[in-house]
């Protein structure tokens, strides 16, 4: 079986960045009350994984920092969608249904863009977890 290239420094760089200005951005509004330990060092893994390209470990290990964070409910109706979107995609590559799976081998070539998406609005989701501050009352107001 063919593996996976690690991506060039470039693309690492890119991601990193990335990574890093939503951390900083969503940040600024302030971190939950009381911050998971647990949760605060699955981010380290999940940066690395999603600068990796490791689309579906982003989507796995972001449902487990929200869920170390105790954050898998939210009275923003907008975070509980995307909130339960993680906790679906999660399972669902967690418990396979091996008629119809949510991932194949196939997938790692052909679909890598589509998971692509996922593991960014995962990562998205998880920031939303351990920042609900300032960035969720902006998120309302454009809204508005």
Same mark, same amino acid.
């Given at each position: ?10 693309? @690492? ?14 940040? !600024? ?18 940066? &690395? ?13 972001? &449902?487990?920092?929200? =869920? ?7 009275? =923003?109706p907008a975070l509980a969608e995307e909130l339960a979107w993680l906790r679906r995609t999660r399972n669902a590559l967690m418990h396979e249904n091996p008629k119809l799976p949510v991932i194949t081998v196939e997938d790692q ?5 589509? @998971? &692509?998406?996922?593991?960014?609005? &995962? ?12 960035? =969720?009352? =902006?998120?309302?107001?454009? !809204?508005?």
């Open positions: 079986m063919e593996h996976i290239e690690y991506p060039d420094l470039d693309t @690492w760089e890119e991601r990193r960045h990335w990574f890093e200005s939503l951390e900083d951005e969503r940040g !600024r509004g302030g971190a939950a009350p009381a911050l998971s330990e647990q949760a605060c060092a699955l981010m380290l893994d999940l940066q &690395a994984v999603y600068c990796a390209g490791a689309w579906a470990a982003a989507v796995i290990l972001a &449902a487990t920092i929200v =869920d170390s964070q105790g954050r898998f409910t939210s009275t =923003d070539w052909q679909n890598r863009r589509e @998971w &692509a998406r996922c593991a960014k609005r &995962a990562v998205a989701v998880a920031m939303a977890a351990l920042y609900p501050g300032e960035a =969720d009352k =902006d998120r309302r107001a454009k !809204r508005a």
